[in-house]
């Protein structure tokens, strides 16, 4: 339809987040700040074991605190009409619902409270005094004996080959056999989970913060046993997703099941400390990389393990070593995953899932074999550049990845990098160091559907349910909207964030702008086109006879695309026609032809420069340079955000997040934001990102890949390396610590 | 929560009368608050202290001495022009802690008695001999980044986290206090107990016993040219000390005249290392000279889990901020904490 529309108005403006104001002033109403009337509000109560069961729970005494309404155990909890380990959708996993009293780990749900007060609720929780029959919990890496996953669903990775892998190893005339460890990571958005859960008969409300609006209302409709319909979940802002909000937890269930009970509305939100258990999180890794290269520094064998915790009952195995596919071209390739169960709650895609731990481990073993070989770490990546995608040989549907290197390069001013560490200090004596890593991230598209409608006034209303968690959806989705009705950004209304509107799809896999904006341009392209075609058949209109091919929408009006003087506007096309709305559907999602035939990624190149205290060891990343080309930018303000944000938070990665079990209890020790570190502004300084051209015809009709998760790829990698070249001690675990680096002294 | 009373009196006498045990004092919240949102602390009665007349001034006494009221917020003493000039490791010290919110909110009082960082401590459904004598205590085989090397006993192994204790114990300060016994003051070498068998037993404060202010002598500004705090840590900022030091040293004619060393995150208080000092003095000072200093300040120190590596991070770090203080206090006031990444440190 590209001839009925002029597209890049409104898209490629760094258009300012047009929730920005409601935000920052307090105007935007987040879930938690609902308050239908009659509220209660519910606290539930965190196992403090790991394993086991529990005893006793003094519900006498919680029930006889002030303002004390209702109690919810085992004992008394209704049944959950679809069960919490029934799969409705891809991405369920089993949740705790108080079916029974076993604890699987810490911080599960044991009991809700609920109170006419948060505080009544709060300490009605802590007179529970809950009793446990505890037992030893399993943790860590070596918790369990391993076992292999088998690629049958989502966090269920399998064994990946392409060619003769021993035979790769056999013909490496260098080799580097090293392993890195990650540890367990908690998303924690800035709002932790909350709900509102109002019934009205069997029809339930849910204001709750959601990356997945309409495929989540028939989940929970499923598991509390009604018809999809029934469930209306709304969700126009949320604080923060990264990942954990897709997945439906046992917390929020309770609430939606509380307030059935009660017949009252029930609000939960989470403590922070809550959020360190029943909402997912990344699971640890330890990762074997095995990589031989020939005479030519050609790889000839990229063998990637890894094992990665999942819990007791349920099985999300990070996809650790699947980041060595469709990257590196190599002689032979291998990919295999275990799982170790332990202890914890179930893991789950948590901000570039997999893809983060593996291209940690990959980027640093890549820059362990480049020192091996003697050769400049970019240069051995240029070395293995793939042209066609490893092991499949199939075509990119466009890669940049070699101005990537070029443009990050030549901004960082990597030229010159001496290839032995500790070489380089800066005026005051500090070590410093340069490190780089690729990034990748697949380009998928999920499947959605929007409506747009050309109002008699010559305004547009355009409809999706997307989740805005802060990425800036709101303001890419609506220019891409506005530009596929011809109209400026300020002449539509564009409503989103509620499962009454047409499904988005999922906000997750960085692949929303794709999915819904493709769904939003096919739905204005098809309004456009009923408009044409009314104008066109019409004997009155000075585009009578032009043909649908002939006409350009821009600006509230249509032009003959060869002569446009030819012209007229939207809403006198609209009256003449006798005033009704035209509207347009769009329903997009990629072909399975479609991605057969074309390998689809981002890709970037990180580069970073560390400083490094040559006694006391404090690091500092001081540069952080990424280029990345990732398809079509809509917003450059809001893309570059985004990768600022996976930069940063490869940063935080690379540095300090790390949750800590204490091996007795199973509890994380360091559950709020004093312990779980993530880096404030002081660890942030240079920090630059280029957007490298690229015209993607294959990957959508758009042509736009994500940039939502890529940033962290590439980053950990690239800062491990410079810590490695400023000090000359390889650390193999992350976070990297001082006291990593005074043991390598 | 559990319910607790409130009240506010609007005098010292008004407040030490209305203590009775389970009460607690509240200065800016910003420890006892958090505590009792995790259960730790569950106070029947919170004597909010805030509106007491007369400790929010930083003044000089007669003698010379600077007397800091107990309500003087952290960030107010640390940005106070003539405190910072006259005592810039404290500013730094100060400056160094917590966040800027926190330390707008912050009392002076309330950091000399913030409680241990120590996560079983927080956790109430650890056991903790401090909170709870005789429940044994969770930290031993467990996380032990943030515990102690010096002066620990089987008992407990936790450390004081506070920044600003550890240059006051540098400068001799002294805590003035008042209790239904009446007023006295109280070395603040003396303030902080070691755990030994009683954990529980935190400070030399009677029951009811209130801070008014705290002291420095007279002669504690005769170091202002060369003293530095240097803080060690993961996190660039808003982060407690791994260990941290305090370092003053007056000198004459190219030797040290005076010096003063005392280290954090070791011990459950502010460790001051006398023998170290005095191999100091009458020395020229250099980059040997403080590397013995710092193995003298380190003698005794035992991993108290698996924390060893703290011992061998402390050394360099007493060393260098005995280096940063021979070297001279920086111009720039109000001071920005020492840092290894230089002046461009912000906080
Ligand atoms: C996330 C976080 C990070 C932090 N990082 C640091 C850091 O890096 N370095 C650092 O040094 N500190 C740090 N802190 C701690 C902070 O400095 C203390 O919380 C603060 O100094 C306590 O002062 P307050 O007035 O808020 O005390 P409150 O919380 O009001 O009181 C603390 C204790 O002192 C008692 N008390 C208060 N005043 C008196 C008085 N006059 N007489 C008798 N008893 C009294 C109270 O009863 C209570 O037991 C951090 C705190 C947080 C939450
Ligand atoms: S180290 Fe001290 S504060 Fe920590 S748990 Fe043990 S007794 Fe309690």
């Known amino acids: 339809m590209s001839e009925t529309l002029r597209f890049g108005s409104s898209s490629g403006q760094p258009t300012t987040r047009r929730d920005g104001i409601a935000k920052v002033t307090g105007a935007a109403t987040f879930a938690a700040d609902n308050h239908p009337d009659g509220l209660l509000y519910a606290v539930y109560v965190p196992a403090t074991i790991a394993r086991g069961t529990v005893t006793h729970l003094d519900v006498t005494a919680a029930k006889a605190h002030p303002g004390v309404v209702e109690v919810l155990t085992p004992d008394n909890c209704p049944p959950l009409p679809g069960g919490p380990d029934t799969k409705p959708f891809r991405f369920s996993f089993s949740f705790e619902a108080l079916q029974d009293n076993t604890v699987r780990y810490a911080n599960q749900p044991i009991a809700l409270v609920l109170g006419e007060t948060f505080e009544a609720a709060t300490e009605g929780a802590k007179l529970l005094n809950p009793q446990y029959n505890a037992l030893q919990p399993r943790l860590g890496l070596d918790g369990t004996t391993p076992f292999p996953t088998n690629g049958d669903g989502f966090g269920k990775p399998g064994t990946t080959v392409h060619g003769d892998p021993d035979a790769g190893h056999a013909a490496a005339l260098q080799a580097v056999d090293v392993t890195y460890e990650t540890p367990a990571q908690y998303h924690n958005a800035m709002e932790t989970h909350a709900i509102v859960a109002d019934w009205d008969g069997d029809h339930v409300t849910l204001d709750l913060p959601n990356q997945a609006i309409v495929m989540s209302c028939a989940a929970y409709a499923h598991h509390l046993g009604i018809p999809a319909e029934n469930v209306t979940i709304r969700s126009p802002y949320l604080g923060g997703g990264f990942g954990s909000k897709v997945i439906i937890n046992g917390p929020q269930m309770l609430a939606i099941m509380a307030a059935r009970m009660t017949g009252r509305p029930v609000k939960l939100m989470l403590r922070r400390d809550q959020m360190f258990g029943p909402t997912g999180h990344r699971g640890a890794t330890r990762q074997r990389l095995r990589i031989g290269i020939g005479a030519d520094h050609r790889m000839t064998v990229l063998d990637h393990d890894s094992r990665a915790t999942t819990s007791s009952f349920e099985t999300f195995v990070e996809s650790a070593a699947n980041a060595s596919q469709g990257l590196y071209a190599s002689g032979a390739l291998r990919s295999t995953h275990q799982g170790v169960r332990i202890d914890s709650g179930t893991p789950g895609p948590m901000r570039a899932p997999g893809e983060a731990t593996g291209s940690a481990a990959l980027e640093c073993a890549m820059d362990e074999m480049a020192f091996e070989a003697g050769i400049d770490p970019l240069e051995f990546r240029l070395k293995n550049y793939a042209e066609r995608e490893p092991g499949t040989d199939k075509p990119y549907s466009s890669k940049a990845l070699r101005q990537c290197y070029a443009q990050g390069a030549e901004r960082f001013g990597w030229a010159g990098r001496p290839l032995a560490p500790r070489q380089m200090k800066d005026a005051d004596g500090l070590l410093v160091g340069w490190g780089m890593g690729t990034a990748l991230f697949a380009a998928p598209m999920f499947a959605a559907q929007a409506r747009a409608v050309l109002r008699p006034d010559g305004t547009g209303l355009v409809e999706t349910a997307a989740s805005d968690m802060g990425q800036g959806a709101w303001t890419a989705l609506a220019q891409i909207a506005a530009d596929s009705l011809g109209l400026p950004l300020d002449r539509i209304e564009f409503r989103?964030?509620?499962?009454?509107?047409?499904?988005?799809?999922?906000?997750?896999?960085?692949?929303?702008?794709?999915?819904?904006?493709?769904?939003?341009?096919?739905?204005?392209?098809?309004?456009?086109?009923?408009?044409?075609?009314?104008?066109?058949?019409?004997?009155?209109?000075?585009?009578?006879?032009?043909?649908?091919?002939?006409?350009?929408?821009?600006?509230?009006?249509?032009?003959?695309?060869?002569?446009?003087?030819?012209?007229?506007?939207?809403?006198?096309?609209?009256?003449?026609?006798?005033?009704?709305?035209?509207?347009?559907?769009?329903?997009?999602?990629?072909?399975?032809?479609?991605?057969?035939?074309?390998?689809?990624?981002?890709?970037?190149?990180?580069?970073?420069e560390v400083k490094v205290d040559p006694d006391l060891f404090q690091m500092r990343v001081t540069r952080l340079v990424g280029a990345f080309a990732a398809g079509r930018i809509i917003n450059p303000r809001l893309a570059e955000s985004q990768l600022m944000g996976g930069m940063i938070w490869g940063t935080s990665f690379a540095l300090h997040e790390e949750a800590k079990f204490d091996a007795r209890s199973g509890r994380i020790m360091n559950a709020d934001f004093a312990g779980y570190h993530i880096p404030v502004n002081a660890d942030v300084q240079g920090l630059e990102v280029i957007t490298?051209?690229?015209?993607?015809?294959?990957?959508?009709?758009?042509?736009?890949?994500?940039?939502?998760?890529?940033?962290?790829?590439?980053?950990?990698?690239?800062?491990?390396?410079?810590?490695?070249?400023?000090?000359?001690?390889?650390?193999?675990?992350?976070?990297?610590?001082?006291?990593?680096?005074?043991?390598?002294? | 929560?559990?319910?607790?009373?409130?009240?506010?009196?609007?005098?010292?006498?008004?407040?030490?009368?209305?203590?009775?045990?389970?009460?607690?004092?509240?200065?800016?919240?910003?420890?006892?608050?958090?505590?009792?949102?995790t259960g730790a602390l569950r106070p029947g009665t919170v004597i909010d202290i805030t509106r007491l007349p007369g400790v929010d001034r930083i003044e000089t006494l007669p003698n010379g001495s600077t007397r800091i009221g107990t309500l003087v917020r952290n960030s107010d003493l640390a940005h106070d022009p003539d405190f910072a000039m006259a005592f810039p490791m404290v500013a730094e010290a100060l400056a160094s802690g917590a966040s800027g919110q926190l330390r707008n909110a912050a009392t002076l009082g309330g950091n000399l008695l913030q409680r241990t960082r120590c996560a079983y401590f927080q956790d109430p459904h650890s056991a903790c001999n401090r909170r709870f004598p005789g429940a044994g205590c969770d930290a031993r085989n467990g996380d032990s980044d943030n515990h102690a090397i010096l002066g620990w006993s089987d008992a407990c192994t936790a450390t004081n986290p506070s920044d600003l204790c550890v240059p006051l114990m540098a400068l001799d300060a002294v805590v003035e206090t008042q209790g239904p016994q009446g007023k006295r003051d109280i070395a603040l070498a003396d303030f902080h107990h070691l755990p030994g068998a009683a954990p529980h037993q935190e400070t030399a404060l009677e029951p009811g016993e209130l801070i008014l202010a705290i002291r420095l002598p007279a002669n504690a500004t005769a170091s202002r040219h060369n003293s530095r705090y240097l803080k060690v840590r993961e996190r660039t900022s808003f982060a407690f000390a791994l260990v941290s030091a305090a370092a003053a040293l007056q000198l004459e004619n190219g030797r040290i005249s005076a010096a003063c060393l005392a280290l954090g995150g070791v011990a459950a208080k502010p460790w001051r290392v006398p023998a170290a000092e005095k191999l100091m003095l009458g020395q020229i000072p250099g980059a040997d000279l403080f590397r013995r200093a710092a193995e003298v300040a380190l003698e005794g120190a035992v991993p108290s889990g698996d924390n060893g590596f703290k011992i061998d991070l402390a050394r360099r770090t007493a060393a260098r901020a005995l280096a940063l203080a021979a070297a001279g206090t920086p111009a720039q006031m109000p001071a920005l904490p020492a840092s290894v990444f230089g002046e461009s440190a912000h906080v």
């Open chain 1, 496 to 608: 989103s964030g509620s499962s009454d509107l047409p499904d988005a799809g999922v906000a997750g896999g960085s692949a929303h702008t794709a999915s819904a904006g493709g769904a939003l341009h096919a739905a204005g392209t098809d309004a456009i086109r009923h408009l044409a075609d009314i104008a066109t058949k019409d004997p009155a209109s000075p585009l009578f006879g032009t043909g649908n091919a002939g006409v350009i929408a821009r600006a509230g009006r249509l032009h003959a695309s060869d002569d446009d003087s030819r012209s007229e506007s939207f809403a006198d096309i609209i009256a003449r026609a006798g005033g009704a709305e035209v509207e347009g559907k769009g329903n997009v999602s990629r072909s399975p032809e479609a991605a057969e035939a074309h390998a689809m990624y981002s890709h970037g190149a990180v580069f970073a």
């Open chain 1, 692 to 745: 490298v051209h690229e015209d993607d015809p294959y990957v959508n009709a758009l042509g736009i890949k994500g940039v939502g998760e890529i940033g962290i790829t590439g980053t950990v990698g690239a800062i491990g390396n410079a810590i490695w070249h400023a000090t000359g001690t390889r650390v193999r675990r992350f976070p990297i610590r001082i006291q990593d680096l005074l043991a390598g002294s």
């Open chain 2, 1 to 37: 929560m559990n319910l607790f009373d409130y009240i506010r009196p609007t005098s010292v006498s008004d407040a030490i009368a209305a203590w009775q045990p389970g009460a607690a004092y509240l200065g800016g919240g910003t420890n006892l608050v958090d505590l009792m949102k």
